[in-house]
């Protein structure tokens, strides 16, 4: 199947990588990345822990609701990202993970109340965080150098130090699960919509997959102007190697923040209901700037001369990345 997103290998940082990711997020938004430095074993961690927690009874699940913090459990239908399609909410399940902590003695702590079958996972779910930290500064450090801004404000450095893995943040490891075409599904439209069009709120979200999965996710190419279905990648090599390419979107706040230079690109997970399939999981990491970074105009002669859009519009009240996730977080939850 041919994808509508290309592969960027990054494991090289220099300025041609970075030339490569800055066209990919202008024009599509959405960028597959192989040399990512994560090995399958660490994805297929996190994807045990994952089964294991969707997999606990809906009762014991239902005591971790997701609290206005956005960390927790959320059930099916809770979520509607598209409240203008869906009348029902999103058919899907999620659990939100905050910052799971090594301490001194060598033992785990979750910063939210977690259920007891989960704390055999913590020590993976740990470094499955900091790995992908890792990887959106990585990231980050790419954007930077390719927008070339400007020294003395931080220079390629510019995002990375707004994105502290010991600051407070939206940053969140997520863990989805949505359900197959049942027969009762069949042949009814809205019944394939497992998450709802929407764009994400921060700044860069990393999204794993299970090679072998049904692929499920959409995006609303801005190149053709149509729906297009999002390919899962295969891993190229064995469980040491390097993982199956990450895909990786340009969320709303980089795009505001760069006045729209980095697109943040529409999607949905949709399953066709004309026959029966499996179900799905994937892991998304929402990367967010630090709650306290002003969202101004991103001091770079490529972003400058884009005027009067996103930060650049003339009498735009300056909101820092807390405020701006607030909004959003709002409108989407019934808590
Ligand atoms: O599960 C997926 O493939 C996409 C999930 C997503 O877009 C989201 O949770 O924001
Ligand atoms: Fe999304």
């Known amino acids: 199947?041919?994808?509508p997103v290309t592969i960027v290998n990054i494991s090289e940082i220099n300025q041609d990588t970075a030339e490569k990711l800055l066209?990919?997020?202008?024009?599509q938004g959405f960028i597959y990345l192989s040399g990512t430095g994560l090995?399958?074993?660490?994805v297929n961690k996190a994807f045990d822990a994952s089964r294991a927690l969707f997999s606990l009874p809906d009762e014991e699940?239902?005591?971790?609701?997701?609290?206005?913090?956005n960390r927790g459990y959320s059930k099916m239908f809770m979520e509607n990202l598209d409240p203008d399609v869906s009348k029902t909410g999103d058919p899907k399940e999620a659990w939100n993970i905050g910052a799971i902590t090594k301490q001194?003695?060598?033992s785990y702590t979750a910063e939210q109340d977690m259920p007891k079958a989960a704390e055999q996972y913590y020590a993976d779910i740990s470094t499955f965080q900091q790995k992908c930290y890792d990887l959106m500064r990585k990231i980050l450090l790419l954007l930077g150098m390719s927008l070339k801004i400007d020294k003395e404000a931080g220079g390629d450095n510019y995002f990375v130090e707004r994105h502290d893995p010991n600051k407070l943040s939206g940053s969140i490891l997520?863990?989805?699960?949505?359900?197959?075409?049942?027969?009762?599904?069949?042949?009814?439209p809205e019944r394939g919509i497992r998450a709802g069009a929407h764009t994400d709120y921060g700044s860069v979200t990393l999204l794993f997959q299970r090679?072998?999965?049904?692929?499920?996710?959409?995006?609303?190419?801005?190149?053709?102007?149509?729906?297009?279905?999002?390919?899962?990648e295969d891993a190229p090599g064995g469980l040491n190697d390097d993982c199956a390419p990450v895909l990786v979107n340009i969320a709303d706040q980089l795009s505001y923040w760069t006045?729209?230079?980095?697109?943040?690109?529409?999607?949905?997970?949709?399953?066709?209901?004309?026959?029966?399939?499996?179900?799905?999981?994937?892991?998304?990491?929402?990367?967010?700037?630090?709650?306290?970074?002003?969202?101004?105009?991103?001091?770079?002669?490529?972003?400058?001369?884009?005027?009067g859009r996103g930060a650049n519009a003339k009498g735009e009240k300056i909101l820092t990345a807390g405020e701006h996730l607030r909004k959003r977080l709002d409108a989407t939850y019934s808590y």
């Open 1 to 3: 199947m041919s994808s």
């Open 23 to 27: 066209k990919a997020a202008h024009t």
């Open 39 to 42: 090995t399958q074993l660490d």
């Open 61 to 69: 699940k239902s005591r971790y609701k997701i609290t206005p913090a």
């Open 104 to 106: 001194e003695d060598g």
């Open 174 to 188: 997520r863990m989805l699960h949505y359900p197959g075409i049942s027969e009762d599904d069949l042949g009814k």
């Open 211 to 232: 090679p072998g999965d049904v692929p499920g996710l959409e995006i609303y190419s801005p190149i053709s102007k149509k729906w297009e279905l999002v390919p899962v």
């Open 259 to 307: 006045a729209g230079l980095l697109r943040s690109t529409i999607h949905r997970v949709r399953f066709p209901v004309d026959k029966t399939c499996g179900e799905r999981y994937s892991i998304a990491f929402f990367g967010h700037p630090d709650h306290d970074t002003l969202l101004s105009p991103i001091p770079s002669e490529l972003v400058q001369k884009r005027e």
